[in-house]
């Protein structure tokens, strides 16, 4: 396991189209964070699982976004009816949980909605 | 709201200098403080963090110093070389990290030779 993988890597849609993304985290790490970053921002936080069970979504997430976590395993991010202004950088990340354990993230998955 | 306030927006050092990146946070529930570094292209990196506890820790040629009466902490980076030019995040959370991360908004770090 090298880390956390992100598909795709880059996706370009047309506004109103749907778009999913998938995470595989680390396989040990039972939290799983989803973030989003635009240009010369930090990630801002979306949601975050512990094993399948969604724990809390950002006021951030539109009823748009859906994310799911089967099986405590990969996760993915669905967004629908896509706008302009959800073009970002969706980054996936992983942790161990407990005390002091930092994230792994992603390289994200780049959006472009044209 | 943002409760993770990072400065500067950014900065250039020549070769070997020591840049220093300062963050002030709001919430006093915060009880961890990472440091991520990011490549273009790519993902933050975990690169260090501290916890309220202590007033500074040292890893490698990074060190973080946290003053919590002023809710504030900062990053050093000795004997910087240009292969640490990047964009470097502060963070905060509480649940010593088990909760969501709260970001800074990053500062351009360009070391030149």
């Known amino acids: 396991d090298t880390g956390v993988s992100q598909n795709p890597r880059h996706k370009i849609t047309k506004r109103g189209q749907n778009v999913t993304f998938r995470c595989d985290p680390i396989s040990e790490h039972n939290r799983l964070y989803w973030y989003r970053q635009t240009l010369g921002q930090g990630p801002e936080f979306l949601t975050y699982?512990?094993?399948?069970?969604?724990?809390?979504k950002s006021r951030l997430l539109s009823d748009r976004f859906s994310a799911e976590r089967p099986k405590g395993s990969f996760s993915t991010l669905e967004i629908q009816r896509t706008e302009q202004g959800d073009s970002a950088m969706y980054l996936c990340?992983?942790?161990?949980?407990?005390?002091?354990?930092?994230?792994?993230f992603g390289s994200g998955t780049r959006l472009t909605v044209v | 709201q943002q409760q993770v306030k990072q400065s500067p927006q950014s900065l250039i050092v020549q070769k070997g200098g020591i840049p220093i990146i300062n963050c002030a946070y709001e919430?006093?529930?915060?009880?961890?403080f990472p440091w991520y570094q990011q490549f273009p292209g790519k993902g933050p990196a975990l690169l260090i963090a501290i916890r309220p506890d202590v007033s500074e820790k040292k890893e490698g040629r990074f060190t973080i110093s946290f003053n919590k009466s002023a809710k504030q902490f900062s990053l050093h980076i000795m004997d910087s070389q240009p292969g640490d030019s990047a964009t470097y995040f502060c963070a905060a959370s509480r649940g010593f990290g088990n909760e969501k991360l709260t970001f800074g908004t990053g500062t351009r770090l360009t070391i030149i030779p």
């Open positions: 699982f512990q094993n399948e069970a969604q724990l809390e």
């Open positions: 990340a992983s942790s161990q949980g407990g005390a002091n354990y930092g994230y792994t």
């Open positions: 919430n006093t529930a915060f009880d961890y």
